[in-house]
């Protein structure tokens, strides 16, 4: 029997999880993450302009979705109101797009409207290496890089018990000890 290399398989996890669990989970609560200390060096990363680029410096939250996710699809509008509701929050936003190609991503953000800027990981290297189990994820990374907080499947940014959670969140993101 053929078994795919590690790497293979755990690219189409997310995939799978997606199709399979995605639509029938709802994220609960950011959840602190202890498997990965600091993001990831991005590799490849593209702007929609087919320039590579980095992460910004300083605290982020990047939510990472797929135009084939249909509860990412769903959830990208609510985050442009998210963003709007912390205007002065000193938090960098990121819709990082999971393996799409940069003409799918184009022909979808016509009919789409983010707000947030959007980066592609083509090859999903850089994704593979977070503790990804499903689309969408979302996570919450201080000013030092260290990834702190991760929320698996669809959110509803609307939900207030959420937006509190990311309200009392902002604080240890922005200055981290």
């Known amino acids: 029997m053929h078994k795919r290399p590690l790497s293979a398989r755990r690219s189409i996890t997310p995939v799978l999880a997606c199709l399979v669990i995605a639509p029938v989970t709802l994220a609960e609560s950011f959840k602190p993450v202890t498997e990965v200390k600091n993001l990831p060096e991005a590799p490849a990363l593209l702007t929609l302009n087919n320039r590579v680029s980095a992460l910004p410096d ?21 985050l442009n109101a998210l963003k709007a509701r912390y205007p002065h929050a000193d938090i960098h936003w990121v819709a990082l797009n999971y393996g799409d190609s940069l003409a799918t991503v184009r022909e979808f953000m ?19 290496q977070l503790p990804l189990t499903g689309l969408p994820a979302t996570f919450l990374a201080d000013a030092h890089g260290q990834i702190r907080y991760q929320l698996d499947g669809y959110a ?22």
Do not use: H, M, Y
């Open 110 to 128: 016509t009919g789409t409207e983010i707000e947030l800027p959007v980066l592609l990981d083509l090859t999903t290297q850089f994704t593979a």
């Open 156 to 177: 509803d940014w609307t939900d207030p018990t959420l937006t509190r959670q990311l309200e009392s969140l902002l604080p240890e993101l922005t200055n981290p000890q």
């Open 58 to 78: 300083g605290p982020l939250f990047i939510n990472i979705w797929a135009s084939w996710c249909k509860p990412c699809v769903d959830e990208l509008p609510a």
